[in-house]
């Protein structure tokens, strides 16, 4: 194989827009968009003009049959991740599945056997792992600067339109809001994947049991909203533990160039507390003194000593150009790719948790009691 990977992207739809930019030249990724493929051919031909793609396709097994194509990114909605991903196995393709990977553990543990025995490489596209601020805590953590990690909270913000032109089309909201596509959770299930995926990283322990308790917030006071809500992630030793907090609000101004909200982390360790402003939006950009602190990390270590670093890259797209870089890195130098089949699993497992924790009256349930489906 050739340090420059033969790409093909299936699915081009809300997503793909920040998946494309990866292979665009002034990014450096070694690898080379060969193929596209969506069942909308419009959307295919838009996309083939702008980035100068030969083959199209608007059948994936058509798509599939590309030799040239050495490894394949699915951005299709979840229902159909196990077929796609098997089929791309069974062509020898590599793949990279955008999260959630699927809807159920037997269907997760159909696509690693799958994967395993065709020898192709298989990881799950968690791009949050990958976003700078969320890095350089990572590296505070590691270094010990805040000790053993005992508190994560992660608190999120949502407003019903961002201050940016982002539009997020009817069609992409629409398989989110169905039980077959997403057990009709667009953040508990879909959003919180990258969540549960973050707060089990900082803690840096097993999750051992979650307890989700959900209100009531309905769109245009109509359409139902999996929020307000509030997960409590427990590891085995219950003084070790996260929160995820989130809701959404009328008239909020949410400023972001995505998604219209923002994301705002404490981890607070046994000698130290690390807070991180920011992640999908821009809502602590140039905030001054006016927030609780800039884009960026903030930490105060053992002495009570405040730091500042706001010079890494805080744009949410930074995120998604150095996940797809990991894939292709990994590629080419032959080794396991983040996240790995088995982690993924795992946060998957913590979100079907999740969701049957709701559904049983907001009671706590351990991880490993759900064995497929919440
Ligand atoms: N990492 C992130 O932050 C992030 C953000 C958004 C979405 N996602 C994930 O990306 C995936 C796609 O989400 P989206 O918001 O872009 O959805 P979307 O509905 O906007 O796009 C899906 C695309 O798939 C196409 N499609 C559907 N069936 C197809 C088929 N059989 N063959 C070929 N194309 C087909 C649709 O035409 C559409 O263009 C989901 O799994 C979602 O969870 C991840």
């Keep these: 194989m050739s340090d420059t990977v033969k790409v093909g992207i299936v699915g081009l739809g809300r997503i793909s827009t920040l998946h494309l930019e990866a292979y665009k030249k002034e990014k450096n990724i070694q690898a080379e968009l060969v193929a596209i493929c969506d069942k909308n051919k419009k959307r295919v031909q838009q996309v083939a003009k702008e980035f100068q793609v030969e083959n199209t396709y608007t059948d994936y097994d058509e798509f599939l049959t590309n030799e040239e194509m050495e490894a394949v990114e699915i951005l299709t909605p979840h229902q159909l991740h196990t077929e796609q991903t098997i089929k791309a196995a069974e062509a020898g393709k590599h793949i990279s599945l955008q999260k959630v990977p699927c809807l159920t553990l037997s269907d997760m543990d159909r696509m690693i056997e799958a994967t395993e025995s065709n020898r192709v490489k298989f990881r799950i596209y968690e791009n949050f792992r990958f976003y700078p601020p969320y890095q350089f805590a990572m590296d505070l953590i590691n270094k010990g600067v805040i000790g053993k990690t005992e508190r994560v909270d992660y608190r999120m913000w949502g407003g019903l339109s961002a201050l940016s032109e982002w539009k997020v089309s009817l069609s992409t ?32 322990e097993e999750i051992d049991s979650v307890l989700a308790w959900q209100g009531d917030f309905k769109i ?23 929160t995820w907090n989130v809701s959404t ?19 607070v360790g046994e000698k130290g507390i690390i ?30 000593e405040w730091h500042s670093d706001t010079s890494m890259e805080t744009n949410w797209n930074s995120s998604f150009i150095n996940c797809s870089k990991e894939f292709i890195n990994g590629i080419n130098e032959n080794r396991e790719i983040e996240i790995n089949p088995e982690d993924a699993r795992r946060i998957l497992q913590i979100g079907l948790a999740v969701i049957r924790s709701v559904r049983n009256d907001f009671q706590e349930v351990k991880i490993d009691d759900v064995l497929d489906k919440p």
């Design 275 to 304: 807070f991180v402003p920011g992640c999908t939006g821009s809502f602590f950009e140039n905030c001054g003194d006016a927030a609780p602190g800039q884009a960026g990390v903030h930490w105060v270590d053992e002495q009570g």
């Design 173 to 204: 909201w629409k398989w989110r809001f169905t039980e077959e596509g997403n057990y009709n959770s667009p953040t508990l299930f879909d959003d919180g994947y990258h969540k549960h995926s973050i707060i089990s990283q900082f803690l840096g």
């Design 220 to 242: 245009q006071g109509v359409v139902k909203h999996d929020t307000p809500s509030v997960v409590v992630y427990s590891c085995k030793n219950k003084s070790h533990y996260g």
């Design 249 to 267: 609000h009328k008239f909020l101004p949410m400023k972001s160039d995505y998604y219209a909200c923002d994301e705002y982390i404490e981890i």
